[in-house]
């Protein structure tokens, strides 16, 4: 499982033209679902970015999470993130989960990050997605579960 996780002032997410969720202070996270990812897998990476510290303190270190913040959580399915363009210029997808698998694990993983975090808004899994946002720093990381 991979999680790109933009540190955001706002980001929002819409289908079709119509408004699905958005957030203010907080984290966007686009998630891709590899084979072998298991509930197991997305608990601990859900808690990994529950945990992660990318916020300022009084002093400007990197020391706060999102919930020392009251942050909101915007998490984005993107199957695209399992690319392989080792081939040449096309990539290939044959790493990311089958779509009926990888939304069996994605739900899961937001229903698991509802129980946990403040707030948490998401796109719909397999759509066409317009993303917007104004990245905060800016601040990107990638996690991935092994």
Known sequence: MKALIQRVSTASVSVDGKYCASISRGFLVFLGVTHGDTKETA???AEKIRKLRIFE???GKTN???EDVAGELLVVSQFTLYADCSRGNRPGF???AEPAYAKNIYEYFLSY???RFRSVGHGIFGADMKVSL???GPFTIML???
């Open 144 to 146: 991935e579960t092994v």
């Open 94 to 96: 044959e790493n990311a």
């Open 57 to 59: 303190d009084e002093n």
């Open 64 to 66: 706060l999470s999102l």
């Open 43 to 45: 608990e601990k990476l």
């Open 113 to 115: 990050c509802e129980s």
């Open 134 to 136: 104004v990245n905060d």
